[in-house]
């Protein structure tokens, strides 16, 4: 069984601050990472993905990778309350298969 | 921009009925997904497909669930007959190499 899990939450920041979220899987064959955005009632839209350990850097967002640990994280700099949403981690296997997490519920008060 | 569609957004069936779930994935992708989310819950892989042939499917997708691709352009799910739980959110997704793309859903309601 290929697990993705997640701290469900809810995690709940000021505008302004950072927001940290993270995510550990099972599979160590897995290949790539992602992170999706999911406003309720929606579908999920892609924020970020990161294949390689270490850091990876896009206007506010930070994903952190490490495979020795089996974890990958997303920050959220400056968190906006456009940005209250349930955040999906979600790994692929060698196949391109895609496994997500039960996603953490962000809540950004002004 | 090129995007996955799904048709329809709602569906109500009466349970015991078969309902297919269509998706149109983005034309030069060659994988295929369908997800479900029962409401509140998480996003549940169910089946994948590439090169015209399920790659890996879930313990979800039972003798119920059946996908097509009967055209080159459309991605089909089929539930032979429907149970109160299969009511739920169904998403199609995509992808080339990278990144999957997902459509807007269809809600599936089973009463």
């Known amino acids: 069984q290929k697990e993705v899990e997640q701290n469900s939450g809810p995690l709940s920041v000021p505008e302004g601050a950072i927001a940290s979220l993270n995510c550990t899987y099972s599979d160590r064959g897995s290949q790539s990472f992602f992170w999706y955005r999911q406003y309720s009632g929606k579908s999920p839209e892609l924020i970020m993905f990161?294949?390689?350990?270490g850091d990876k850097e896009d206007g506010r967002f930070t994903a952190q990778l490490n495979k020795a640990s089996q974890y990958v994280s997303l920050l959220i700099r400056d968190s906006q309350p456009s940005d209250s949403a349930t955040y999906l981690c979600a790994v692929t296997d060698n196949n391109n298969d895609m496994r997500f997490g039960a996603g953490t519920r962000l809540t950004v008060k002004p | 921009e090129p995007e996955v569609t799904q048709t329809p957004s709602h569906q109500v069936t009466q349970m015991g009925q078969e309902v297919i779930l269509r998706c149109v994935p983005i034309s030069n992708h060659l994988y295929f997904y369908w997800y479900r989310q029962i409401l509140g819950q998480k996003v549940e892989f169910l089946v994948s497909?590439?090169?015209?042939?399920?790659?890996?499917k879930s313990e979800i997708f039972d003798d119920q669930f059946s996908v097509e691709r009967p055209d080159g352009s459309n991605f089909t799910l089929k539930i032979r007959s429907t149970k109160l739980e299969d009511s739920a959110m169904y998403f199609c997704?995509?992808?080339?190499?990278?990144?999957?793309?997902f459509g807007q859903g269809t809600r599936l309601t089973v009463v």
């Open positions: 497909f590439y090169n015209n042939e399920i790659s890996e």
């Open positions: 990161i294949y390689s350990n």
């Open positions: 997704a995509s992808n080339r190499v990278t990144e999957a793309f």
